[in-house]
């Protein structure tokens, strides 16, 4: 059974900075590990990618064959049933739509010095997006991962997906090619040519790679499990609600589902019909798991006071089943997304929505966003001084570097001004 | 003497690669001493960093005197001359100016299908800012981290700097007064409470200890060592060019200051300028070793030889000494910050010009950005449906659900389309 709270009750706060934090992490130590595969890959090159792959995924490649070839790829597509070409297609369309909004502007203006001042923004050369293989091979990722990456204007997008025994997902190459990915690659190599930032989901061994490549190249988040907060009113639907919290938890035992509500009546409703639903669900293994280990249901005195517990959990997936969820989600200071009302599944984010569902994990939407147009793109800031606006600011200038002790940085300054004035 | 190199030989490419792949940065594994400082000040709290401010800074505090007092900052403050302290405004204020352009907006449409989709913007609730104590304690970086947290809406702003032997630097309070900043600590502490987000530069420690927190709170960016790129044409003053080098090469032997041109004339004016400045530098010794061991000037065929080179140097900061900066500006893919024209001397972007000056640094700005109010605010997107925004694509959202074996996705969707059709 998850947890039971009660803001009411003395032991709450407590029990809810237990809640908060809970370690779900289930990350063995693997830095190690990576660490010698990094240094193998860099000194041996192709040797060591097709070695690693003869062991890890049971596959013998040659330099030739780590890419799929453009023959290859259309092959394995053509087995994607026109039902599910269809959906791919209604979300690559939608997703693209939304994405294409993110788009930053560039500024320039003049002040009052006459100094111009702006910034520029241009994308990322080239980007690598990692596919997982195997199990959690999802189509949807492909294109919530490289679809922004196009947006920006990203020249050279690669896509790297193990095959562990040779298996392919056919939706996951139709999803690259829909996309625009450039080439998709059975596993990382040296052939490659390098890229400039590194995005996609992946396990411990994916992360900590990740971690350590950071700095020389670009990553985006490291993800943890996924999880979902409801808040609900008395309006909510106790089925549709459960299947929102188990469409969380099936993704891993690891996962957490949390209810709040000021209804107690709900709350016990919704309960029973999690389990209920857990006994027919094909995943309920590990949707079990992750409800009995992290599931969390809270009742609250009222919806602000669940909208300021949601704050404090900072949850990668917000629903507001209730009758005013435009003005409940005016409350909402953190949160990676947010499902506005009754009609707005959490699984619509997932697929067909639009905004992205790679979403801060773990509390970090406290200080950090979901994957976007911004993460492939880059700011440049401009600066232009006339000799006008140089007379009038420099001096400043001249006077601070002196306080910092950055004396050429003063005389930088001081030899430009002593030309104005003689 | 730095590297000359001239893109007409034969050996260039190597030894422009070989330029590219340099280690500068002098960092010593310092990994093992944080890691036991944080459990440390995790265990003990404000004990233990008591203790290892009395080891690191020979200086005794008690929890009452870790954050200066309201009465201490203003007898502080007022030992800036009022000359230092009419520079430190202006600087606020033009920092002020340009980062208040920088807040993102919401946006908020309904699509064809009924969908109402978008995102909001809201601020870090809390965010730390570290300046380093000693030697390199910049009032200027004060201003450059704080004022675009406020801009952003952050509510508590604070501030740790150690006061090595008690040496405080009136300036660095009168810039956090300016900026705004809640408090200022002597060292970090178990009595704050914890921020979201950490900024600021350091040293390898300092480094070394983000790197470690970082998941649990967001970080900036890892700063390396300061570089300069200065592209130059034979209207370039060669005296004017060499400080800008020298301001680089100046803050860190380990800086990175770099002339392109296709002027060989110009090359030689400009070398020969440096080393007549380096004879008087106060900071001849640090400036020397930079220039000596990464310095290099790159003689090419012309200007647009000289943009494609800078491209692949990603160079933190850039200046444009060119009779055309603003067209030539436009061939730049890659930069931190751009100084256009020979009356920007780097030096106006590190205290009065507007833009940052945290940059990225060792070829980072090939998929990083300097430092700004987008840092201190997080995007949570939007999405709500109809009942007939549902309709129209829920069934795609089902099907990929299944596709995926996340049958519960599925059937959150499933479940609400069964209501709508009876």
Redesign the interface.
């Known amino acids: 059974m998850p947890q039971f709270l009660n803001t009411a009750d003395a032991g709450f706060e407590t029990a809810f900075t237990a809640l908060l934090g809970m370690k779900r992490e289930d990350s063995p130590d693997v830095d190690v590990t990576v660490a010698g595969i990094i240094a193998d890959v860099r000194a041996r090159g192709d040797a060591a990618v097709i070695d690693l792959t003869a062991k890890f995924d049971r596959l013998e490649l040659t330099p030739e064959t780590l890419a799929f070839s453009a023959e290859e790829m259309a092959a394995e597509i053509t087995r994607v049933s026109p ?2 070409r ?3 297609e ?2 690559a369309d ?1 997703i693209r ?2 994405h294409s ?2 788009m ?1 502007e560039d ?1 320039e ?1 003049q ?1 009052a010095s006459g ?3 702006g ?1 520029r923004w ?1 994308p ?2 080239a980007a690598g997006l990692y596919v997982p293989g195997g199990l959690a091979s ?3 990722s492909v294109l919530m991962n490289a679809i922004p990456a196009k947006v920006a204007g990203v020249e050279r997008l690669v896509i790297a997906c193990p095959t562990p025994g040779g298996a392919v997902n056919p ?1 996951v190459l139709l999803a690259a090619q829909l996309a625009g990915v450039d080439k998709v690659y059975r596993n990382g190599t040296a052939t490659i040519q390098p890229v ?2 590194i995005t996609g989901p992946g396990n411990a061994f994916v992360a900590a790679a990740k971690r350590r490549v950071f ?1 020389k ?2 990553i985006d988040m ?1 993800a943890g499990p996924s999880e979902i907060l409801v808040i609900a009113d008395a309006g909510g ?1 106790p ?2 609600i459960a ?2 919290l ?2 969380q ?3 891993d035992q690891s996962a957490q589902a949390i209810l709040v509500t000021p209804d107690a009546v709900l709350a016990r409703a919704v309960t029973e019909a999690v389990e209920r ?1 857990l006994q027919v ?3 309920r293994e590990i ?1 079990g798991a992750s409800w009995r280990d992290f599931g969390a249901v809270i009742v609250t005195r009222d919806l602000d006071e669940a909208a300021a517990l949601s704050n404090r959990v900072a949850p990668e997936h917000l629903e507001l089943c209730v009758a005013d ?2 003005a409940l ?1 005016r409350k ?25 569902h790679v ?2 994990t ?1 509390r ?7 994957l ?1 147009v ?1 993460d492939f793109v ?10 006008e ?2 007379a009038a ?5 001249e ?3 002196q ?11 001081r ?2 001004l002593d030309r104005l004035n003689g």
Chains 1, 2 share one sequence.
């Open positions: 039902e599910d269809a959906a791919l209604l979300a939608r739509a939304y909004r993110q930053p500024a203006w002040d100094a111009t001042l910034w241009t990322v050369s999802y189509p949807s939706l400039d930032k700095g190249v670009g490291i639907d089925d549709w299947l929102d188990l469409s938890a099936e993704h639903q669900l094909e995943r949707a969820a435009e989600s909402i200071t953190h949160a990676g997304a947010i499902f506005l009302g009754h009609w707005t599944p959490e699984a619509i984010g997932d697929y067909v929505g639009g905004p992205n979403l801060p773990a970090s939407a406290r200080f950090s966003s979901g976007s911004l880059k700011r440049t800031t401009i600066a232009r001084m006339t000799p606006a140089l600011i420099g001096p400043a200038a006077r601070l570097a306080s910092e002790s950055l004396q050429a940085h003063g005389l930088s300054v030899a430009r």
